[in-house]
């Protein structure tokens, strides 16, 4: 009997859900539950109603930590919230494919979370490198990836970074190369910066990851934009305001000025852009308030602040994890490190099929850099190239789907009965080496 | 991880050992420019603001929906009818804050042979080609100066007073 399967990546910072064999999930939610500051309402919200709610001063609990679950008891309160309230079929008829971290810490709570408290049929537990290899692989069957059979997936997402070598759908997991760097910790370093330089956000976490996706990029040349970030008024390309919510008009922060937002973008057209300099000249008065003294301070009464070397030096931090006190390679040497430990025959391939997914990958100009940092680190006969995703963030979860959807996903799962008979580390021998 | 060969193979206690992460900072070095960097390093994967401690069941003020509840509390009915060791063992589980050092502690990746890829190593190493780049904490600019007290660097004489206003020694104990 062909029964119906759910596919849930359960990532660190979002959960990914819906039913196998669909394009898209049914949702992409914040895998956390979040509580507004005392004062105001002792009620506790789950994860999608977060995404509904006031962003301001929300406290939030994830129940993964480091990429690892850590709080089976919370994970588990979001999940129930999330088969109730979804129109999903009932968990005791379906399959479940869940993502789990490579290299499993302890996986005994989710199989007691899968098969216990959800009751669920069936289990399969993938790594995210092998089902991004298998959508990329289905997504352009002339392709290198589907030819060779062999991609290097750069999984940079919420949690961490990995490197990892996906070789006839199989993850080397001798390859797999971490780098303990993701948005969380790119969101806090941002929240400290701004804190410190201008209005406390703390506690705006949400807000924050909000500014980082709509403000920071990557910067091709840091020396040059560093010199450009420092120059007064309108000749600095990089400054820009965002506008905290007040929670009576604006609920939601914004961007104040976008095109001085985009102004950056210039350096990289190669000439300026007509647009951009026509913005330039409508609003002259916004420049002129800028002495050299209060460029930085934005206006604390207004609620906004400004943002200028910051929006390039935070994401920066992937590529010189170094430069922030840790002692890890960047994101090139990182490939580099991932593809030499791989089999000789393997590394021309390995860096011709590079795939890019995550939603850290989402700022402006990252595969660029990544191109620029690597070319020179990889011997001159061997080609570069990096394959962006049209939704890296969703990469995961459509490889799952269509993995769910193939006739003999049945035959890999561990079943309920399996788990009663055998216990949790038998099952789960059969998923992690 | 590099201790002598002995404690790899020797069974440890199921018992999870708790170390604050300052103790932890410490024990790693004795340097306190060192210790501060760590301790940094760790607030940066704070879920909230601040150097935070992490609270667990602190939902007793806050309540879900009454249905949820309802929802929650029949699973565990459920699942609670059957006494099996594993549930016991969940039960303790549940008693005792985990954080992620203490995650990794249990996992007892050192016990390993050294060819089986683990979490422990499949971290990269150091980088080999660049030396760090130090940017002012205060301003973001390039970095030429090191506070003699703390070691944090700083570009400019106004950036140094300023620093020294607000956060010397911020994240030494």
């Known amino acids: 009997m062909l029964s119906t ?11 990914k859900i819906g039913v196998g064999g669909d394009r898209n999930p049914t949702l992409i939610t914040p ?21 509904s709610s006031d962003p301001t001063s929300l406290s939030l609990r994830r129940p993964i930590d480091r990429g690892y679950l850590l709080n089976p008891d919370l994970q588990r309160d979001i999940w129930a919230h ?18 789990h971290p ?21 289990l399969y537990i993938s790594d995210s490198p ?26 940079c997402g919420f949690s961490f970074t990995h490197c990892a070598p996906v070789f006839q759908n199989f993850t080397l997991n001798y390859g797999v ?55 007064p008024g309108k000749d600095n390309l990089f400054k820009c305001t965002y506008v905290l919510p007040d929670g009576i008009i604006h609920t939601k922060g914004f961007v104040k000025d976008i095109n001085e937002a985009q102004r950056y973008q210039t350096l990289y057209d190669g000439e300026p852009n007509s647009t951009t300099s026509k913005e330039k000249d409508i609003d002259p008065t916004d420049d002129a308030e800028d002495s050299e003294e209060d460029r930085r301070k934005g206006d604390p009464t207004k609620n906004e602040f400004n943002l200028t070397n910051e929006r390039f030096l935070v994401p920066e931090m992937i590529f010189r994890p170094a430069d922030l006190g840790m002692n890890q390679a960047g994101l090139a040497e990182c490939i580099v490190r991932s593809v030499n430990s791989c089999h000789p025959l393997l590394h021309p391939v390995l860096y011709e099929s590079i795939i890019l997914t995550g939603g850290s990958t989402l700022f402006p100009h990252f595969a660029e850099r990544l191109e620029k940092e690597l070319r020179p680190l990889v011997p001159d006969d061997y080609d570069v190239k990096i394959t962006t995703q049209e939704d890296p963030v969703l990469g995961v ?37 | 991880m590099e201790d002598d060969a002995s404690v790899a193979f020797r069974r440890t206690s199921t018992r999870s050992r708790k170390v604050a992460t300052k103790m932890v900072a410490a024990l790693a070095s004795s340097d306190n420019r060192t210790q501060a960097a760590l301790a940094r390093l760790e607030a ?11 609270e667990i069941n602190d939902d007793d003020e806050a309540s879900l929906d009454d249905d949820e509840e309802a929802y929650i509390q029949k699973k565990q009915s459920l699942s609670m009818k059957r006494k099996t060791r594993q549930g016991k063992a969940r039960e303790n589980a549940r008693k005792t804050p985990r954080t992620f050092l203490e995650l990794v502690h249990e996992a007892n990746l050192e016990a390993f042979p050294p060819h089986v890829p683990n979490y422990l190593r499949a971290a990269v190493g150091p980088p080999s080609v660049t030396s760090r780049r130090h940017f002012c904490t205060v301003c973001g600019f390039t970095a030429n100066y090191t506070c003699v007290r703390c070691g944090v660097r700083f570009c400019c004489i106004r950036c140094q007073k300023i620093h020294n206003d607000t956060r010397c020694l911020k994240f030494v104990a």
């Not at chain 1, 895998?31 to 995404?51: F, G, Q, R, V």
């Not at chain 1, 092998?130 to 059979?149: D, F, I």
């Open chain 2, 44 to 54: 940066l994967e704070n879920d909230n603001g601040g150097v935070e401690t992490v």
């Open chain 1, 31 to 51: 895998n956390a539950t979040a509580k507004p500051p005392l004062s105001l309402s002792k009620k506790l919200l789950t994860s999608d109603e977060i995404l």
């Open chain 1, 130 to 155: 092998s089902l991004v290899h298998l959508y990329e692989a289905s997504r352009n069957p002339n392709g290198v990836v589907s030819r060779t059979q062999c991609s290097l997936v750069v999984d």
């Open chain 1, 397 to 433: 979860w459509r490889g799952g789907s269509l993995l769910a959807s193939s006739p003999d996903f049945e035959t890999m799962c561990a079943t309920k009965a399996e788990y009663e008979e055998h216990g949790s580390a038998r099952c789960s021998r059969r998923f992690f080496q």
């Open chain 1, 177 to 231: 190369k971490r780098l303990d760097l993701g948005g969380k910790v790119l969101t806090n370093y941002l929240k400290e910066l701004v804190s410190y330089r201008t209005i406390n956000v703390m506690d705006e976490t949400l807000i924050m990851d909000d500014v980082k996706e709509r403000l920071c990029f990557v910067s091709l040349d840091g020396p040059r934009d560093l010199q450009i970030a420092r120059k």
């Open chain 1, 82 to 99: 999330l088969f109730r309230t979804l129109p999903l079929p009932s968990p005791h008829v379906s399959s479940l494919l869940l993502t």
């Open chain 1, 102 to 122: 490579l290299f499993s810490l302890s996986s005994s709570p989710l199989f007691e979370l899968v098969f216990e408290d959800f009751n669920f049929r069936s």
């Open chain 1, 5 to 15: 399967v759910i596919v849930l990546d359960n990532g660190g910072g979002t959960i």
